[in-house]
């Protein structure tokens, strides 16, 4: 069973979302906050697979930046804890409605995905203007951006409330980071920027 959910963990992620958003559908007169999980549920979804099949490529692209040989298996396998953090920053908010910061780690998401991806580009000196997974990364960073001028706009939280949203959001990343790195087989995680940098120099 646990071999079938690795392998077949964007498969499952996509049932669930999708299960989610009819279910949604159905309840009707949803609240600000539950429409914006919503949409961050249909975007996360379309990046997963624009980003790992259609066209697809990040793995590959980050395997060879951490000098890992990249295979079917190992890229199906590191989508897991993607995988279930996706569902979390969704299912969560939208149950949560009543409060703003599961939501505004969500929104942090959005803005991260679309800076990760032009840095990615930039970094790395790629030969187009585009990485694997970008299209969908930088929706998700105007969407996050129109969420945040509305949210401001109508005094919907507080400053508290945006910074513990953008840290804990930064921290479940890094933590989500840090699991990727040790299913590709890199103990120690210190080791990652020295390897980043490195490639960077040799580019």
Same mark, same amino acid.
């Given at each position: 069973?646990?071999? &079938?959910?690795?392998?077949?963990?964007?498969?499952?992620?996509?049932?669930?979302?999708?299960?989610? $958003?009819?279910?949604?559908?159905?309840?009707?007169?949803?609240? &600000?906050?539950?429409k914006a999980a919503l949409i961050?549920?249909?975007l996360f979804l379309l990046h997963?697979?624009?980003?790992?099949?259609?066209?697809?490529?990040?793995?590959?692209?980050?395997?060879?930046?951490?000098?890992?040989?990249?295979?079917?298996?190992?890229?199906?396998?590191?989508?897991?804890?993607?995988?279930?953090?996706?569902?979390?920053?969704?299912?969560?908010?939208?149950?949560?409605?009543?409060?703003?910061?599961?939501?505004?780690?969500?929104?942090?998401?959005?803005?991260?995905?679309?800076?990760?991806?032009?840095?990615?580009?930039?970094? &790395?000196?790629?030969?187009?203007f585009y990485s694997p997974g970008?299209?969908?990364?930088?929706?998700?960073?105007?969407?996050?951006?129109?969420?945040?001028?509305?949210?401001?706009?109508?005094?919907?939280?507080?400053? $508290?409330?945006?910074?513990?949203?953008?840290?804990?959001?930064?921290?479940?990343?890094?933590?989500?980071?840090?699991?990727?790195?040790?299913?590709?087989?890199?103990?120690?995680?210190?080791?990652?920027?020295?390897?980043?940098?490195?490639?960077?120099?040799?580019?």
């Amino acid at each position: 069973m646990i071999k &079938f959910i690795r392998y077949y963990s964007l498969e499952i992620y996509s049932v669930i979302s999708i299960l989610f $958003l009819l279910i949604a559908t159905i309840m009707g007169d949803l609240s &600000f906050i539950q429409k914006a999980a919503l949409i961050y549920t249909v975007l996360f979804l379309l990046h997963e697979w624009e980003e790992g099949v259609y066209p697809g490529g990040f793995f590959d692209k980050f395997s060879e930046v951490l000098d890992v040989k990249s295979n079917e298996e190992l890229r199906r396998i590191t989508r897991v804890p993607v995988d279930i953090l996706l569902l979390i920053i969704t299912i969560v908010p939208f149950c949560l409605d009543n409060y703003m910061i599961p939501i505004l780690m969500t929104a942090t998401l959005g803005i991260l995905e679309g800076i990760v991806h032009i840095g990615f580009i930039k970094l &790395f000196r790629m030969g187009k203007f585009y990485s694997p997974g970008m299209v969908t990364a930088e929706i998700q960073f105007i969407v996050s951006v129109l969420f945040y001028i509305y949210t401001i706009k109508h005094n919907m939280a507080t400053g $508290l409330e945006y910074l513990f949203g953008a840290l804990l959001m930064i921290i479940a990343f890094m933590i989500m980071q840090k699991s990727l790195i040790k299913i590709i087989g890199i103990k120690n995680y210190s080791q990652v920027p020295k390897m980043v940098l490195k490639r960077i120099k040799e580019k």
